[in-house]
């Protein structure tokens, strides 16, 4: 009966592209979470305390039923004032928020134009959406104007949506949102900003590298609260018709069983912190400036500028072998394959965090210099 999935199955291990569940192991270079909130005791203090005040461990029901907890709106009130956004709604995870946004707001008749290298929610969201949708090149945004103008001499009347990611997760780098803010502004366009490895780290406080944009009628922004936030869950920033449109309409919102309050008492925390603790983002970008200047120096690579650095190598075979050489030296970094990066562009994600120290850094690199030789001769020998 599953034969069709075991000879699936058996393809993918052929080409080297089988994945498998594996628990933290090593020295952590493979997680999002930037800020090391997520065993933090500041968070399990929150949640502690949340229990303590009957806060239930789960919500019982969808937000339109019984599921409604005052936490919940509480962690909306509080973030909309944080990002300051007019409104803000929780979803249980970014992968849903994102497929419930841009299934839901474009509508028939309206054009989405979105970067190329967008996050595979946005495309799950986009196969169930009513409008069209085109994607331009990476980080250009003539690109996107061209496709614009052409879609209005083509005859195209309706509104136009930009999906962006601010900070892209596999390359680390950042949307031109300047550039797009103002392309938005002069096609009387919506832009849909997907912060989710920007938030806590970039911004004022934390808000994310669109923070100056928040508040327009014409933005939407996404803020994911299971990386630098440590929890889980998703923030949805938007206009307050908005967010009602997305609570009469957005399946994967109406038909969800809600998050659970003792999360959202956790993101509350983690919003709390980030507004007070500068000195945790302080640290941060030092330990990305010290990754920055020793990959530059011992491999020649030119570093990203964020916590995110991809080491790209080509093939499956090789990053999958690397991967292995750097967990048998006592790193967690992990291979990251086509379909989600493209073809001939695997790699190591290198991701920094805060739970990993100045020291670890620097022994991170000696391993990679290390692991490359163990690798390449490890592919003569076999030739």
């Not at 270079?29 to 229990?51: E, H, P, Q, W």
């Not at 690798?375 to 020998?381: M, P």
Request: net charge negative; aromatic share 4%; hydrophobic share 45%.
């Amino acid at each position: 009966m599953s034969a069709h999935h075991e000879r699936a199955l058996e393809a993918l291990r052929r080409r080297g592209r089988l994945r498998a569940l594996e628990t933290a192991n090593g020295i952590d270079f493979a997680s999002n979470d930037y800020l090391g909130l997520a065993s933090s005791k500041a968070l399990r203090d929150a949640v502690s305390d949340a229990i303590a005040r009957g806060v239930p461990v789960g919500a019982g029901g969808s937000r339109l039923l019984r599921g409604n907890d005052t936490e919940h709106e509480a962690l909306e009130a509080e973030a909309a004032a944080f990002f300051r956004a007019e409104r803000a709604l929780f979803f249980g995870g970014g992968f849903v928020a994102n497929t419930a946004l841009y299934s839901t707001l474009p509508a028939r008749g309206d054009l989405v134009v979105y970067d190329e290298l967008i996050h595979a929610s946005v495309h799950d969201g986009l196969r169930l959406s009513k409008a069209d949708s085109r994607p331009f090149a990476h980080n250009d945004a003539d690109a996107c104007e061209t496709i614009i103008k052409n879609w209005r001499t083509d005859g195209g009347t309706g509104r136009v949506w930009i999906g962006v990611e601010t900070l892209y997760s596999m390359d680390g780098d950042r949307a031109p949102l300047g550039a797009l803010a103002a392309l938005a502004e002069r096609h009387d366009a919506m832009l849909l900003l997907d912060e989710a490895h920007a938030t806590g780290v970039f911004g004022e406080d934390g808000r994310g590298l669109g923070a100056d944009l928040e508040g327009r009628q014409n933005v939407v922004s996404l803020h994911t609260c299971g990386k630098a936030l440590g929890a889980s869950g998703a923030l949805v920033l938007c206009s307050r018709t908005l967010r009602d449109f997305l609570v009469n309409r957005a399946r994967a919102f109406i038909y969800a069983t809600a998050p659970s309050p003792l999360v959202a008492a956790a993101v509350r925390a983690a919003l709390r912190i980030c507004a007070n603790e500068p000195e945790r983002r302080a640290a941060l970008q030092a330990r990305i400036e010290l990754a920055g200047k020793l990959l530059q120096e011992r491999l020649e690579l030119a570093p990203s500028g964020s916590q995110i650095q991809p080491i790209i190598v080509g093939t499956d075979t090789r990053a999958v072998a690397l991967a292995q050489q750097m967990k048998a030296l006592g790193y967690d970094i992990r291979a990251i394959r086509p379909p989600t990066v493209p073809e001939g562009t695997a790699r190591l994600r290198l991701a920094i965090t805060l739970n990993a120290s100045s020291d670890d850094i620097a022994g991170l690199i000696d391993a990679l210099v290390q692991a490359q030789a163990l690798v390449a001769e490890d592919a003569e020998a076999r030739t």
